[in-house]
């Protein structure tokens, strides 16, 4: 199983510094044996940047998020069915900060899960506790909660297109960054759930990429961990010098 290093640029960058970042890893990216690298920029690039990928590039593209809905008369959203009509194959869902700041709650999130995979999308699903939940120690529940919520429609078939990303909200761009120890032990909590809802193998298979804070001093102990395959990155991404040494660490573990 191959680990993933995504990319979460958010609200950064603009056309032509986004377009430079991307030429910047690309140039750098060495041969990848264990990692896929996926970028996920503001989505009005997409498209552009879409364009400029050719089959050899190592990189994949991803949007930040999409539609609940499908297509019809909702002003300013996107599709996950425009997404892949413009070459986009993975959108991230859920994210803390479409949570707290854009009022998703997850039975929208649930909605956008089952839009995306209809669109044969791979979802990058975020789960994540608030730091009031860990100091109360309700982390685990509110986690087993958040992901069953989000894929109550999913099946065993369509979790070949999920992968999971734990965000502790406590650790989303603070500097703060889950020990090793604390990744290791939510993920390995999240695989047991998978194989008590799925089976085994789609425990066994499907990605748990960490996020939160995550930099190229901590990524090779937080990537090395037995249940951790990646990670989802949010300000070490926006420079393709940190971005690459995570990817490094990524293809070390
Ligand atoms: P930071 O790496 O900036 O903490 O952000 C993590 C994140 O939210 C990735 O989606």
Redesign the pocket.
Known sequence: MRNIVAG?W?SNKLMKEGAELMDAINKGLPRLQKTEVIVAPPAPFLAHYASKLDHTSQIQLSAQQCSANPSGAHTGEFTAEMLRSCGINTV?IG???RRDRFGENFDVVREKVEQAVAANLHVLL?CGEPLEVRETHGHFELIAKQLKDALLEISIEQMQRITI?Y?PVW????GVTATADQAQEMHHFIRKQLTNWYSPEVAGSTRILY????KPSNAAEIFGQPDVNGG?????ALDAESFLSLITASEAS
Do not use: F, P, Q
Not at 171 to 174: C, K, L, M, S
Not at 211 to 214: I, K, L, R
């Open positions: 979460n958010k991230i994210h803390s900060e975020c990303a965000e650790a989303i761009g603070t996020g939160g804070s995550c989802l990155i949010g300000g070490a």
